[in-house]
């Protein structure tokens, strides 16, 4: 789920003063992790075609 709509209605219902502002993190979470799988899965691939 790339925007954290559950999480935003949780922070909002605690009263929180930007509820939004979860989603740049979420974001750059997302990013970072697919980035991270994919370096992996290229890595793994070069190594069996050796």
């Given at each position: 789920?790339?925007?954290?709509?559950?999480?935003?209605?949780?922070?909002?219902?605690?009263?929180?003063?930007?509820?939004?502002?979860?989603?740049?993190?979420?974001?750059?979470?997302?990013?970072?992790?697919?980035?991270?799988?994919?370096?992996?899965?290229?890595?793994?691939?070069?190594?069996r075609?050796?």
């Amino acid at each position: 789920q790339l925007i954290p709509v559950n999480m935003i209605a949780y922070r909002s219902q605690y009263g929180s003063v930007n509820p939004a502002g979860i989603i740049a993190p979420a974001i750059v979470a997302t990013f970072i992790s697919t980035l991270v799988a994919v370096v992996y899965c290229k890595g793994k691939d070069r190594k069996r075609r050796v």
